[in-house]
């Protein structure tokens, strides 16, 4: 089995997350890819929707994919977990023959820094989703995305109309009331 994972905040999610997982899926050899939401990033120190909004949120975007799954383990764990942890609990519970990790490229500054970074990249292979002008080095695999916003925009109120159709006043209402 190949198995990606495509964690993160999603605070809220937008369409520069689903040009990533509509890639992933047609662009890599997966047999399965399980999107992850953080209870809270260990990088940060407080998310704008809780944990069980975001979920909603992404239920209702790729809930329904082929080859997808949806996965609250991190939620559940009500603290920021390490993203070591979530892939040996993958690995224990798939045993995936090739494990790819999708991440954006602003995380490559400090994915050095990881909790366990030299076990983790023992375990899985990266996937990088170019953003902005970022340079990605060139022993990491890349995946082109063609959408440009952030999560923090959305939440300043820029880019609405990069949001899924299906969750669009949802968020925008979520967003508005804070």
């Known amino acids: 089995m190949n198995l990606a994972l495509f964690g993160g905040s999603f605070d809220p999610p ?14 890599l050899d ?3 890819l399980i999107i992850m939401p953080t209870f809270i990033s ?6 704008s929707a809780p944990p069980d909004v975001r979920l909603k949120w992404i239920k209702s975007i790729w ?25 040996i609990y993958l690995k224990e519970k798939y045993n995936p023959e090739n494990f790819y990790l999708l991440l954006g490229a602003d995380h490559i ?6 909790h366990n970074y030299n076990e983790l990249k023992n375990i899985v292979k990266f996937i990088v989703a ?12 890349k995946i082109n995305t063609d959408v440009h916003i952030s999560s923090s925009e959305i ?9 899924n159709d299906n969750i669009k006043e949802d968020i925008i209402k979520f967003y508005k009331g804070k």
């Open 14 to 27: 937008h369409l520069g997350h689903d040009s990533i997982v509509k890639m992933a899926l047609n662009e």
């Open 30 to 32: 997966i047999d399965k």
């Open 42 to 47: 260990p990088f940060k120190a407080n998310f």
């Open 63 to 87: 809930g329904s994919l082929e080859n997808v799954e949806i996965s609250d383990f991190e939620i559940e764990q009500k603290r920021p977990v390490p993203t070591i942890q979530t892939a």
């Open 109 to 114: 500054r400090n994915l050095s820094t990881w």
């Open 130 to 141: 170019k953003r902005d002008e970022i340079e990605i080095p060139k022993n990491l695999q």
């Open 155 to 163: 939440r300043e109120g820029i880019g609405y109309e990069l949001l």
